[in-house]
């Protein structure tokens, strides 16, 4: 079955009034004489639709998506709306307020969440979703980076957004929702096909796609999930009830001869869990329980195994011998960095990790998803292009030199603060996504362990959101084993994608690893802008590292210019 693409004039408009009447400016930076007789929401839509507004397709199967209006705090005015949320509980216009009622009277219906920041209009199989500004359509809190700040003007507003629209997606709320979305946009869960029979359509599942909900295993759910209903305050907390794939935050005092060198350097991994979701097989249906199972790593799940006493290894790169690991290294293993005490679950990544380290892997258990693929690849590819293309707006390229990059990266806030801008929503696109798919619950519910709406998304997956974390985390830490093994560098402090080494010098090229020819060593730290590369996130003197760590901070929170452990305590 083929579907007609429909064309469309642009993705978004954003909405500004001058002189008393509505004008209109598109991503191009075209302007649009809005007609007089647009006077409320309902209007408004219907003239968004008749425009074309609309983007196409993203995936053979999947669908275009509606129009969407940004609206500017002169649009809100000239539309009957109110200029601020007096419910900042519920952050919705009331139900009974005139703007609600042109709506309803207008043939158009509003989704659960009301009149909102983010508001959902639809008729007639029709779509049309509003952005409303000056409510708080891109406040901090749903991540949309320095998004609010370019709101002030409403070209450049415009302008930010279609290329979001056009390297990502049309907004449609968070960035975090933005990239479910995404996910469901490149992978749909369903697709028409004609029964032979009746020769009526029907939906069918996508291959590879996530079509329906399913449930998490025991030890996937959060406590207050309907699963985790009998657990008890003490289980909630053992790694051999509950699985703890979190990313690493650890530091430590630095040895005698480590203090004696002048600086501390901060390495940054870039998009550190988008980079982790390439080529990363999930499990795409339910889980299934198995009693010592043998270990495989081609097999995605939670795998309960004992690494208590387990020793950290690794091969020389010359002689191919396997050596044991400083005791100063954090352990892969824990989020805390501390060595495993016992039995505890673990997610496929981080297994087949201690495989690598030479470690013996016997699961006492497993809840393991046989149905697996790479759902997550045509996520991470769109995300990608879009990052790398933003980076490209501001100059910075994968064939730059390192000192090149350096200087380019140190200075990137001072260059075109729409592309700055963007940058940020598709870097807390990627991250912001990874964690929706563990949302937890939100408001009022009838108990602890009543369901929430969330849980009825297929995309509610928290064993997905394990097998990034878990596989970035492990990347991150395999990554410093090859740097000691070159350079003999044992990291001081690390949190999630932020590793801070000594250094003679003040700059990331002295701690990197190198092949002996200089050129950077395969699977080591490299300096670059691509997704999972590094570049540089601080340098400090030796003396503020030790003073922060008395404090008991962890100096890789803190390393990023402009950030203080003393004013953030």
């Not at 469309?8 to 408009?13: G, H, I, M, Y």
């Given at each position: 079955?083929?579907l007609?693409?429909k064309t469309?004039?642009?993705?978004?408009?954003v909405?500004?009034?001058e002189g008393?009447?509505?004008?209109?400016?598109r991503?191009d930076?075209?302007?649009?004489?809005v007609?007089?007789d647009?006077v409320?929401l309902?209007?408004?839509a219907?003239?968004?639709?008749a425009?074309?507004?609309?983007?196409g397709r993203?995936?053979q199967?999947?669908?275009?998506?509606?129009?969407l209006?940004?609206l500017?705090e002169?649009?809100v005015?000239a539309l009957g709306?109110?200029a601020?949320?007096?419910?900042?509980?519920?952050?919705?216009?009331?139900?009974?307020?005139p703007?609600?009622?042109?709506?309803e009277?207008g043939?158009w219906k509003?989704?659960r969440?009301?009149?909102?920041?983010?508001?959902?209009m639809f008729?007639?199989?029709?779509e049309?979703?509003?952005a409303?500004?000056?409510w708080?359509?891109?406040?901090?809190?749903l991540?949309w980076g320095g998004?609010?700040?370019v709101a002030?003007?409403?070209?450049a507003?415009a302008?930010v957004l279609?290329?979001?629209?056009e390297?990502?997606?049309?907004?449609?709320?968070?960035t975090a929702?933005c990239?479910?979305?995404?996910m469901t946009?490149?992978?749909?869960?369903?697709r028409?096909?004609r029964?032979?029979?009746?020769?009526?359509l029907?939906r069918?599942p996508?291959?590879g796609s996530?079509?329906?909900?399913?449930?998490?295993?025991?030890p996937?759910a959060?406590d207050?999930h309907p699963h985790?209903?009998?657990?008890?305050?003490?289980?909630a907390?053992d790694p051999?009830?509950v699985?703890?794939?979190e990313?690493?935050?650890?530091?430590r005092?630095?040895?005698?001869a480590?203090?004696?060198?002048p600086?501390?350097?901060?390495?940054?991994v870039?998009?550190?869990?988008?980079?982790a979701?390439n080529?990363?097989?999930v499990?795409?249906?339910?889980a299934?329980y198995?009693?010592g199972?043998?270990?495989?790593?081609?097999?995605?799940g939670?795998?309960?195994v004992?690494?208590s006493?387990a020793?950290l290894?690794?091969?020389d790169?010359?002689?191919k011998e396997w050596?044991?690991?400083?005791a100063e290294?954090?352990s892969?293993?824990t989020?805390?960095g501390k060595?495993?005490t016992?039995p505890?679950?673990?997610?496929t990544?981080?297994l087949?990790?201690a495989?690598?380290?030479?470690i013996?892997?016997?699961p006492?258990?497993a809840?393991l998803?046989?149905?697996?693929?790479?759902?997550?690849?045509?996520w991470h590819?769109?995300?990608?292009?879009?990052y790398?293309?933003t980076l490209?707006?501001?100059?910075i390229t994968?064939?730059m030199?390192?000192e090149a990059?350096?200087?380019a990266?140190?200075?990137?806030k001072?260059?075109?603060p729409?592309?700055?801008?963007?940058?940020?929503a598709i870097?807390q696109?990627a991250k912001?996504g990874?964690g929706?798919l563990?949302?937890?619950?939100?408001?009022?519910?009838?108990g602890?362990?009543?369901?929430?709406?969330?849980l009825?998304?297929?995309t509610?997956?928290p064993?997905?959101r394990?097998a990034?974390?878990s596989a970035?985390?492990?990347?991150?830490h395999?990554?410093m084993v090859?740097?000691?093994?070159a350079t003999?560098?044992?990291p001081?402090?690390?949190?999630s994608?932020?590793?801070?080494?000594?250094s003679?010098?003040p700059?990331?090229?002295?701690?990197?690893?190198r092949k002996?020819?200089?050129s950077p060593?395969?699977?080591?730290?490299?300096?670059?802008?691509?997704p999972?590369?590094?570049?540089?996130?601080g340098?400090?003197p030796?003396?503020?590292?030790?003073?922060?760590v008395?404090?008991?901070?962890?100096?890789?929170?803190f390393i990023k210019?402009?950030r203080?452990?003393a004013?953030?305590?």
């Open positions: 079955m083929t007609t693409e469309f004039t642009a993705p978004l408009l909405l500004d009034a008393g009447a509505l004008v209109g400016h991503p930076v075209q302007r649009v004489d007609p007089a647009v409320d309902a209007t408004a219907e003239w968004a639709v425009y074309g507004l609309g983007a993203l995936s199967f999947g669908e275009e998506s509606g129009p209006l940004v500017t002169g649009a005015e709306l109110p601020r949320l007096d419910d900042r509980k519920r952050l919705r216009v009331s139900d009974d307020h703007a609600v009622k042109a709506v009277e043939g509003l989704s969440a009301g009149l909102s920041p983010w508001s959902f008729r007639d199989r029709v049309v979703h509003v409303t500004v000056p708080g359509a891109f406040a901090d809190h991540r998004i609010e700040d002030a003007d409403p070209a507003l302008y279609g290329q979001y629209a390297r990502v997606i049309t907004p449609t709320g968070s929702a990239s479910l979305a995404l946009a490149v992978r749909p869960p369903t028409l096909v029964d032979r029979g009746t020769g009526r029907r069918v996508v291959e996530l079509s329906v909900p399913v449930n998490p295993a025991p996937e959060p207050e985790a209903a009998d657990r008890t305050r003490d289980q907390k051999a009830h699985l703890a794939e990313a690493l935050a650890w530091h005092e630095p040895t005698e480590e203090a004696a060198a600086y501390v350097v901060g390495l940054d870039n998009t550190a869990f988008l980079a979701a080529r990363l097989t499990g795409l249906g339910e299934v198995t009693d199972p043998r270990f495989d790593k081609r097999v995605p939670c795998w309960l004992d690494l006493g020793e290894r690794t091969k790169l010359v002689t050596k044991t690991l400083p290294f954090p892969p293993f989020p805390d060595a495993p016992g505890a679950w673990y997610a990544p981080t087949a990790y495989v690598e380290l030479g013996e892997v016997r006492i258990a809840w998803r046989p149905e697996a693929g790479g759902y997550l690849d045509l590819n769109r995300l990608r292009d879009a790398m293309a490209a707006d501001l100059g994968a064939d030199p390192e990059y350096l200087s990266m140190a200075t990137i001072e260059r075109d729409e592309a700055v801008a963007l940058l940020s870097k696109t912001g990874i929706k563990r949302e937890r619950p939100q408001g009022k519910r009838e602890r362990n009543a369901p929430w709406p969330a009825k998304r297929p509610w997956r064993d997905i394990a990034v974390i970035a985390r492990v990347g991150t395999r990554k090859k740097t000691w093994n003999g560098l044992v001081l402090a690390v949190l994608d932020c590793v801070i080494y000594p003679a010098y700059t990331a090229r002295a701690v990197v690893p002996p020819d200089g060593l395969p699977g080591g730290f490299r300096l670059g802008p691509n999972g590369y590094c570049k540089e996130e340098v400090r030796m003396s503020w590292y030790v003073d922060t008395a404090k008991d901070a962890n100096p890789a929170r210019e402009g203080d452990a004013r953030e305590e």
